[in-house]
Structure formats: structure tokens, C-alpha cells
């Protein structure tokens, strides 16, 4: 995996001109943790710049993330598993290799009904990227 992620430092690159990731491997690592064994969830943040953030996150089946609204445009792809991706009007099955976006001022809610994992990526707007400065 070179640099680009170690899951054993806590200053691994977020931020470079190329990252490469072996997701599978990464979803291994996060599922032998203590934390996934024992919690719903277990997330790992993958890179982050002012104009974008991504986050691995591996849920238990039946959890709930509830969102409520993002400022910002973000697209969920699921990796692994199945779950209901619901907005105030919508509600879309999200099964393996299912992506979608939504824009911001959206408020939202994703359930897991089986283990899952997905990504989700966050594009930053420019007003907000002092957010995500580290």
C-alpha cells in the first residue's frame, strides 16, 4: 500500500498529489478491530483536502446513519452488502456497486440492512473548505 495509508500512525497522508488505496484490504483491517467487533460502525477516513473528503465506512446490519443535511454534494458507493439510502421525498435500494449522489441542503438517511460498507465522498464548497483544513 506504500504511504498512502497506515492504520497504525496517526499522521498517514490525507493529502497528496496521488493516494492509492487497496480497499479490500482496508475493509479487512477495519472488520478485524476491536471497535467493529463491538460497535455498529467502524469508519476510516481516507483523504481529505479543502475540495474533497472520503470516508470508508463499514456498518452492522440494521444500523442507521441519519445524516440530517449536508452543505455540501456528496455521492455514496456501496462496497459491500445492501442498504436504503432515504431522503425528505426519495428512498432508493442501494445493493453492491450502487452509487449515487445527492446535492446539498438535502436531508438524509442511510440504513444498513446487512453488513455494508461504502464510500462516501463529501466535495467541499469553496466557502466551507476551512473546515477540512488539517
Known sequence: MGNAISFHTPDRVLDDQLLSFDLPEIIA???????????????ITLMKSSH???VLIAL???????FHQS?????????EGSA????DSQSVMLKKGS?????????????AIEESVF????????????????
Open 52 to 54: 474533497m473528503s472520503i
Open 29 to 43: 483491517n477495519i472488520k478485524g478491530r476491536a471497535a467493529w467487533k463491538m460497535g455498529k460502525r467502524e469508519a
Open 84 to 87: 436504503n439510502f432515504q431522503t
Open 71 to 79: 452543505g455540501n454534494q456528496i455521492s455514496v458507493q456501496l462496497m
Open 119 to 134: 464510500l462516501l465522498t463529501v466535495a467541499i464548497c469553496p466557502e466551507d473548505s476551512h473546515i477540512f483544513k488539517h
Open 60 to 66: 452492522h446490519g440494521q444500523t442507521e446513519i441519519n
Open 99 to 111: 452509487l449515487l449522489t445527492i446535492h446539498e441542503e438535502m436531508k438524509h438517511t442511510l440504513i
